[in-house]
């Protein structure tokens, strides 16, 4: 019961690390790309708030339960499909925890912006473009990562 309780948890965090990693990026480029500062800033604070929320706290369920469910599995760390699973794991959060800081900084300039009734700064399209840079591999990486854990392939014939 412990197990199947353990992949339930692992499961659904997973399901809304990265359902709310696309949703807040979706919204967040499609509000950006609209050009409306205002609604630039309510959507760029409800993002940060939602990453704080959701994906902080399922970046960390994620390895906690999954290195806790090889655990009780007895499987190695060495297994091919597992070690490339922290791998992309690892490299996503890289990609991650300078996104969240970033996101910071739009919603702070889109809120300058907003409240100045100004357009927004040279500064905050530098910084999208860094998010966007980001957030493509982490998403890439997010995908590998199910591939890996639904499909457990052998990787190089082990």
């Known amino acids: 019961m412990e197990y199947l309780v353990l992949k339930y948890v692992h499961v659904i965090s997973s399901t809304l690390l990265f359902g709310t990693g696309i949703g807040s990026a979706f919204y967040l480029l499609a509000t950006t790309l ?6 630039i800033a309510v959507v760029s604070r409800m993002v940060v708030r939602a990453d704080w ?12 339960t999954g290195l806790w469910l090889v655990h009780r599995m007895g499987m190695p760390l060495s297994t091919p499909w597992l070690a490339a699973s922290l791998a992309c794991y690892a490299l996503a959060i890289a990609c991650w925890l300078p996104v969240v800081w970033l996101q910071m900084r739009l919603r702070d300039l889109a809120a300058q912006a907003a409240e100045g009734n100004r357009p927004l700064p040279p500064r905050y399209w530098l910084l999208f ?19 890996l854990m639904i499909g457990k392939p052998a990787l190089g014939g082990a």
């Open 34 to 39: 609209s050009g409306d500062v205002r609604a």
């Open 129 to 147: 473009k860094w998010w966007v840079a980001l957030g493509v591999p982490a998403f890439f990486l997010f995908l590998a990562l199910f591939w």
């Open 53 to 64: 929320l959701f994906t902080a706290t399922t970046a960390v369920l994620q390895p906690a």
